[in-house]
Every structure is written in structure tokens, then in C-alpha cells.
């Protein structure tokens, strides 16, 4: 089976899933944890999402986002690539950590919002049987219903207005809504097309951006829209070393490039240019 093609565009929301290679865990420590979510708050900030539900596991995370502006696979590769160079780096290992691309499942807003991040927030009890569900730190939920500090880059006014205009009241509700969603069949079964969940009238409005996506698949990577390495480090000599770094990143997290190209073309070696990556997002000094 071929892999699912990707639909994108501004104002989408998606669940979205990414899971470690197989053995192998994501998260070894809540240090680990804690930069991922430093991590996804950049994300969040830079491609202005709106991130309405997360949970993190020992072997994947679960994101519920909204793209304003598009730009979900750009804001997934800044996301999985500098934890990915984080982890190996802090661990002294190599090689990839994520289980090949995220999965996205590109669902409608007014009628699933709430099961799909219903969905999301009862996996750890549903992993881990014994626990309850104001325990688990790892997720959005007890931010969600104030039993914790507000998390800075969540949103949670779609999900809580869907109940009652009152906060108080909202999240009372939504504390009973996903309690009672233990038993519930994952609301990810009725999907269409494997990326698509909605009405019938949802999955046919976006029946041409499906064609769209798997056209724009088949077309040969020569073909799409990429600048070269040369064209983006024109006349570097000339910039400063900040300029430089701005455009190493911009190579790596917004066109793709491997560590080892840029690195290749600029004469550099590839764990200077993981380390300027790295800065931008881990709060170190450049």
C-alpha cells in the first residue's frame, strides 16, 4: 500500500501521529519531554498554529492542530528534526528516531474537534489501566480543564466554548465529556480515503485537494517547487555569521535539506550545522 498523500492548506485542522522506530523509546527522561515541548512551543509560535490537544508516550505523541497559515509538513519537519538531532546528540547516537513520515488525519472542525481530542487525551489511561485521569503530566488535559497552570501555546477556547460560554462551566463539562469517552470506539475509524474525517459533504468539498495532493505526489521531486543550495547561500561570503545561520536553518527546516548537503556546500561539517540548527530551538547560545 502506497503511503497516504498529504492535504494542505490555510485554516485545516489535524490529528496528527509520529512514533519512534520500532524498539526503540522517544522519550527516556522528562528532560526529554521537556525540550519536545520547548520545541513545539517554537513550532507553534513560528508557522502561527493553533494547537488544541497533545499527549506524549513512551514511543509516539498525538498533536491536535490547526494551520491558519498551511504550512503543517514545514512546522512537522522543524519539529521531528530538531528533537531528532537533540536526542542523538544528548544520548550520543545516530541515525533517525522517528518510524519514517507523521501520519495526519485532516478532519471537520465543528463535528470532531471534540472526539478527535477526546481521543487524544484518553491514551494514557487507556496504556497505562491503573492510572487516573488527573495523573498524567504529559498532555494538555489538566490544562485544559484548569487543573494546572495554562500552558502559553495551547489553545483551548474552540474545545471549551463548544460546551458552555462560561469557563468554569466548559471545563466542568469537558471533564465529564472525556471521562465518559473510555469505552468510546476511536472516532479515527470513520475516516475516508485514509486521511480524511467527516460528513459525506466534508469528504467530497475535499475531494479536489485530495486529486491536487496526489498529483502533486506523483510529480518528479526535480519538478517541485525547491530553491537550490546555491541560489539560498548566494554571496555568503559576504554575511555575517548570524545571516549565515538564518539561512542554514531556513535550508534545513523550510526546504529540506540534509545536514550533510548544506554542510557538503558551505564546507562545513555536519554537526556544526546540527549545532546551528539546534540553537534557534533549545535556548542556547549561538
Known amino acids: 500500500m502506497s503511503r497516504p498523500v498529504r492535504i494542505e492548506f490555510p485554516g485545516a485542522t489535524y490529528h496528527i501521529t509520529s512514533r519512534s522506530n520500532i524498539g526503540r523509546t522517544l522519550f527516556l527522561a522528562s528532560e526529554d519531554r521537556a525540550i519536545f515541548l520547548n520545541i513545539l512551543e517554537n513550532v507553534v509560535q513560528r508557522f502561527s498554529w493553533l494547537l488544541h490537544s497533545y499527549v506524549l508516550m513512551d514511543d509516539h505523541f498525538h498533536l491536535v492542530v490547526e494551520t491558519p497559515q498551511g504550512h503543517l509538513s514545514r512546522g512537522m519537519r522543524q519539529l521531528n528534526g530538531v528533537y531528532t538531532q537533540y536526542f542523538n546528540r544528548h544520548y550520543r547516537l545516530e541515525g533517525p528516531i522517528f518510524r519514517g513520515r507523521f501520519k495526519s488525519i485532516l478532519f471537520e472542525k465543528k463535528q470532531y474537534l471534540l472526539p478527535v481530542c477526546r481521543h487524544v487525551l484518553l491514551n494514557p489511561v487507556r496504556v ?159
Open 128 to 286: 497505562h489501566t491503573q492510572l487516573g485521569f488527573d495523573l498524567y503530566h504529559w498532555s494538555s488535559y489538566k490544562s485544559t480543564i484548569g487543573a494546572s497552570a495554562n500552558i502559553a501555546f495551547l489553545h483551548t477556547e474552540d474545545l471549551l466554548s463548544a460546551l458552555s460560554k462560561q469557563v468554569k462551566t466548559s471545563r466542568r463539562k469537558f471533564r465529564k465529556y472525556v471521562e465518559a469517552g473510555i469505552n468510546e470506539v476511536s472516532p479515527l475509524l470513520g475516516r475516508s480515503n485514509q486521511v480524511l474525517l467527516g460528513s459525506p459533504e466534508f469528504v467530497k468539498e475535499m475531494q479536489p485537494k485530495l486529486q491536487g495532493a496526489r498529483k502533486a505526489k506523483r510529480a518528479p521531486k526535480r519538478a517541485r517547487r525547491r530553491r537550490s543550495l546555491l541560489a539560498l547561500f548566494r554571496s555568503v561570503e559576504s554575511r555575517s555569521r548570524p545571516e549565515r545561520n538564518d539561512l542554514i536553518r531556513k535550508a534545513h527546516l523550510d526546504y529540506g535539506y540534509t545536514l550533510m548537503e548544506i554542510g557538503k556546500h558551505l564546507g562545513l561539517h555536519y554537526t556544526t550545522v546540527s549545532k546551528v540548527v539546534n540553537t534557534s530551538f533549545l535556548g542556547q547560545k549561538p
